[in-house]
């Protein structure tokens, strides 16, 4: 089945500092990303919808130039958490539609901010 | 905008049927999915309706009704491993030959005893 590939699943970094995440369709090409957020106990929270080739769409509320998002081809996808701080440690996941109501998700960046 | 509402935590023991209920609110309105996650992971895919009525996956049963804008699913013959969230989301669609977006609700945290 598809399969989409998120690195790293853990990172710790300090604050004021940036950090990626790649996500990669492995066997299909994925025109749209979609990129979320889950703080402990809570809900998936789209943050925002990555197209190849064009702007992402973000959704309310969520900082365009704090989280940038980067869909340079049909298989790859990146968040970059830009000058991060203790708050915007949290899971963030990432997940493509394989076709109709078919979606499949990376497993996940645990992101610590000390 | 979109909203979801389901119960926050659902407990049952071992062999029993729970029904988890999901109200939404949501404009560009394509089907209700279910997915289960377990602490730390990835969501996994359970059940989706596109239209109104039963889908029937094993132990797994997922209902519709696009009028009253609700749904449930059905876990029957629980396990211990079905201890995990449980989280349905509307698949949202406003452009023809798009996928769409998943929004998801709250989450249910179900736990199965002895």
Same mark, same amino acid.
């Given at each position: ?114 | ?25 949501? @404009?560009?309105? %394509?089907? #209700?999915?279910?997915?289960? $996650?377990?602490?730390?992971? +990835?969501?996994? &895919? ?22 009253? @804008?609700?749904? %449930?699913? #059905?876990?029957?013959?629980? $396990?211990?491993?079905?201890? +995990?969230?449980? &989280? ?22 179900? @736990?199965?005893?002895?």
């Amino acid at each position: 089945g598809a399969v989409v590939s998120q690195h790293p699943s853990r990172v710790i970094c300090k604050s004021g500092t940036s950090v990626k995440i790649e996500c990669r369709s492995l066997d299909f090409q994925a025109t749209t990303m979609f990129w979320y957020r889950q703080f402990p106990k809570q809900s998936l929270m789209l943050m925002a919808t990555s197209n190849e080739g064009s702007k992402a769409t973000y959704e309310q509320g969520v900082e365009k130039d704090k989280f940038l998002i980067n869909h340079a081809s049909l298989t790859l996808s990146t968040l970059t958490v830009t000058s991060a701080h203790p708050e915007d440690s949290s899971f963030y996941i990432c997940s493509a539609n394989t076709g109709g109501y078919g979606y499949t998700f990376g497993s996940g960046t645990r992101l610590t901010v000390v | 905008g979109q909203s979801l509402e389901q119960p926050s935590e659902v407990t049952a023991v071992e062999g029993a049927i729970v029904q988890i209920n999901c109200t939404y609110q949501t @404009s560009g309105f %394509y089907g #209700l999915s279910w997915y289960q $996650q377990h602490d730390g992971g +990835a969501p996994t &895919f359970l059940s989706y309706n596109g239209l109104d009525g039963l889908e029937e996956t094993g132990r797994f049963s997922s209902f519709l009704s696009r009028s009253d @804008s609700y749904g %449930y699913l #059905l876990l029957q013959e629980l $396990q211990m491993k079905d201890s +995990a969230s449980y &989280f349905c989301a509307v698949r949202v669609v406003f452009l023809y030959n798009q996928g769409g977006k998943l929004i998801f609700g709250q989450g249910t945290e179900l @736990s199965v005893k002895p």
